[in-house]
């Protein structure tokens, strides 16, 4: 099953992702959360930012956007006009 979520709903990124980092490294303030697989990465912050990285590759987009969850198979992508990338939990 897959949630879809703005970027913008800040209650439901948080929600979402400290599900979504369960078997990783879960940290939070009041701006951002970040979640860490080893050497991997996703993090949104409450502006609406998204950012993740892993060995060889890494993505950077502010503004409106979608996240489209699935916890099943273990990826986030990340939708836009322009852009669709996917993050998979190593």
């Not at 993740?52 to 986030?76: A, C, F």
């Amino acid at each position: 099953m897959t949630t879809d979520i703005q970027l913008t709903d800040w209650e439901a990124v948080t929600r979402e992702l400290r599900q979504f980092g369960a078997s990783g490294e879960v940290t939070t303030d009041d701006e951002r959360i970040r979640v860490e697989f080893g050497s991997a990465y996703i993090e949104a912050t409450k502006a609406g930012a998204i950012s993740t990285g892993m060995p060889l590759h890494e993505l950077n987009h502010d503004g409106d956007g979608t996240l489209r969850v699935d916890h099943e198979n273990g990826s986030i992508t990340v939708e836009t006009d322009a852009l669709r990338y996917t993050f998979r939990r190593p």
